[in-house]
């Protein structure tokens, strides 16, 4: 079963537009990781954040912010004023205690256009 | 910077050839994972290191099979490709084997077509 969702399988918005990504997890775990990774053209993934389950402040890096709310089991990520480096695909992660391994969400292609 | 390293961008074989992938880092990291990566799937794990000569089964390990011979060195081996196995592969390397406690650091990855 799929433990990341993320719905929205492309966005397309215009510079200086906000842009929130929606990920939704599953898990029994009471401890766990949720991380956002984003991926550019060049393919190589960077990390962006990791936010254990007990920690649900919200954060915020530059344009960056991220959501947490386990009541709804959700870790929404949202770019404000996006800019044209910011199209990339974006993907949502998840790690439970005790594994050695993240279960990657299917990706959101976010384009930027001028 | 951690810098992981795929030999091939891009890579075109042929049905029933050994196919070999070849990672490296430079961050004396323990431990090593290939990713495979397609649309709408995400990214699955296909087998990972965590010590030289040491390796375990990811989620889709079937077809493949791996070698780490060195700490620096991950190798992903296709014994004979099959066309399935078009798609993009991801080595990524990290400090601590738990990923919560250390995040992966990605190669550039590698465009593989069997035709």
């Known amino acids: 079963a799929q433990k990341v969702t993320q719905a929205q399988t492309e966005i397309s918005v215009v510079e200086k537009e906000d842009v929130t990504l929606d990920c939704v997890y599953e898990?029994?775990?009471?401890?766990?990781?949720l991380f956002w990774y984003k991926q550019p053209p060049s393919g190589e993934l960077v990390f962006l954040i990791r936010?254990?389950?007990?920690?649900?402040q919200n954060e915020i890096s530059g344009r960056y912010s991220w959501n947490f709310q386990k009541s709804t089991s959700s870790f929404n990520f949202t770019i404000t004023a996006s800019q044209v480096v910011d199209s990339a695909v974006y993907f949502c992660?998840?790690?439970?205690?005790?594994?050695?391994?993240?279960?990657f969400g299917a990706g959101t292609t976010v384009t930027v256009r001028a | 910077d951690v810098k992981v390293t795929q030999s091939s961008r891009y890579l075109v074989k042929r049905t029933g050839e050994k196919v070999f992938l070849e990672c490296v880092q430079d961050?004396?990291?323990?431990?090593m994972f290939w990713y495979r990566q397609d649309p709408g799937l995400g990214l699955r794990l296909i087998y990972f290191?965590?010590?030289?000569?040491?390796?375990e089964k990811g989620d889709i390990p079937e077809g493949y099979s791996v070698s780490r011979e060195k700490k620096e060195r991950f190798s992903l081996i296709l014994e004979s490709a099959s066309t399935n196995q078009t798609s993009m592969y991801l080595c990524?390397?990290?400090?601590?084997?738990?990923?919560?406690?250390?995040?992966?650091?990605f190669g550039n990855g590698t465009r593989l077509t069997v035709t």
């Open positions: 992660a998840l790690s439970e205690a005790g594994d050695y391994k993240l279960s």
């Open positions: 290191s965590y010590d030289v000569k040491m390796k």
């Open positions: 990524a390397s990290s400090l601590y084997l738990r990923t919560y406690n250390s995040p992966l650091h």
């Open positions: 961050m004396d990291h323990e431990n």
């Open positions: 936010r254990n389950s007990f920690d649900e």
């Open positions: 898990t029994r775990d009471t401890t766990y990781y």
